[in-house]
């Protein structure tokens, strides 16, 4: 059964870089938008990132602009997240998702498949 598998997290100080990565089957990276989620205990998941197969155009959650980049290789069934200038807010686990949908979607509902997630920790 094709899955999505998150790495790349772990515990870093505030200022620091991370890249994850997220792989998976093909039918899954033939979705139209795949993006980057995070979520804290006793939150609702959040909108990182996400891109475009087709374009390539990306959006961003604005507390990350300018800090993250996300980007990923199709022959390769990988997606990445760049996380630079890291800070402790950033503090989270990380899921990728895949959507159908032909526009950018950063609602949660409007991606069907999902990774375990990576632990990211910031600290101070």
């Known amino acids: 059964q094709e899955q999505l598998v998150e790495s790349g997290g772990g515990l870093v100080q505030a200022g620091a870089s991370l890249r994850l990565s997220c792989v998976g089957g093909g039918y899954i990276f033939s979705q139209s938008v795949m993006g980057w989620f995070r979520q804290t205990p006793g939150k609702e998941r959040e909108f990182v990132a996400a891109i475009r197969w087709d374009s390539g155009s990306t959006y961003y959650a604005d507390s990350v602009t300018g800090r993250f980049t996300i980007s990923g290789d199709k022959a390769k069934n990988t997606l990445y997240l760049q996380m630079d200038s890291l800070k402790p807010e950033d503090t989270a686990v990380y899921y990728c998702?895949?959507?159908?949908?032909?526009?950018?979607?950063?609602?949660?509902?409007?991606?069907?498949?999902w990774g375990q997630g990576t632990q990211v920790t910031v600290s101070s």
């Open positions: 998702a895949a959507s159908p949908s032909i526009v950018i979607e950063t609602r949660v509902g409007s991606y069907y498949y």
